[in-house]
């Protein structure tokens, strides 16, 4: 069955430094989709970065990256150099390829960038 | 361009009310979710649409009902509102269904049912 996990709830991370959030998917279907969403205190939820599981290279925009591991069935995000703005809540993602129109969502890491 | 809008932003229902959610986009994307989200949960799918007149279950789709008359517009429909559904719900939408479609969400409508 389809599942995501993020194990850490919250993440405290000082400005400037990176940080890395943790997300391990399970699937069977060899074609799938990994993303990350941002989720700040106003609601709304924002596309970061994508993942295919054919991607030979690991994605980056601009100071997110997610290191792709296919054989840990890990996709982690890093936020390089972060700042105040990034404190929010982070969610990982998975969609099949034979999945339909389903998306699993973990149940999110809340970070918090310390002034 | 206002992407894909909600109404409304909040409501407060009574138990055994009904009321209708509200999602339109204006990206002429074909496919459109509707997502709740509930404390350390992630979202969850309630039903979703692949066109116009389309509907179809998602993960959670007990005690909602949606309609889907036109392409930019998604309804989703409570008809007798419990306590179990105060949650906070997001409207998505995406123009495939491929595996690296992004779907772009709207702002989200927090429902309390007392």
């Known amino acids: 069955a389809q599942k995501i996990t993020q194990t850490q709830p919250g993440m405290f991370v000082q400005e400037k430094e990176a940080v890395t959030l943790d997300c391990t998917y399970d699937t069977s279907d060899p074609s799938y989709g990994l993303f990350w969403y941002k989720q700040p205190s106003s609601g709304e939820m924002i596309f970061l970065i994508y993942q295919g599981s054919y991607d030979q290279q690991n994605a980056t925009e601009g100071r997110y990256s997610l290191n792709f591991q296919k054989a840990r069935k890990s996709a982690n995000l890093v936020i390089s150099a972060s700042q105040l703005g990034d404190s929010a809540m982070y969610f990982c993602a998975m969609r099949e390829g034979n999945g339909g129109f389903k998306t699993i969502f973990g149940a999110g890491t809340r970070l918090f960038v310390k002034a | 361009n206002a992407g894909v809008t909600q109404t409304p932003k909040f409501r407060v229902l009574k138990t055994g009310q009904s009321m209708t959610l509200l999602c339109a986009q204006d990206?002429?994307?074909?496919?459109m979710y509707w997502y709740r989200q509930d404390p350390g949960m992630g979202l969850r799918l309630i039903h979703y649409?692949?066109?116009?007149?389309?509907?179809a279950k998602g993960e959670v789709p007990d005690g909602y009902n949606v309609s889907r008359l036109k392409k930019q517009n998604f309804l989703l429909g409570l008809e007798s509102a419990a306590p179990s559904q105060t949650s906070v719900y997001f409207c998505?939408?995406?123009?495939?269904?491929?595996?690296?479609?992004?779907?772009?969400f709207g702002p989200g409508t927090r429902l309390l049912v007392l």
């Open positions: 998505a939408s995406s123009y495939f269904a491929t595996v690296q479609e992004t779907q772009y």
């Open positions: 649409s692949v066109g116009e007149g389309t509907t």
């Open positions: 990206m002429n994307h074909e496919y």
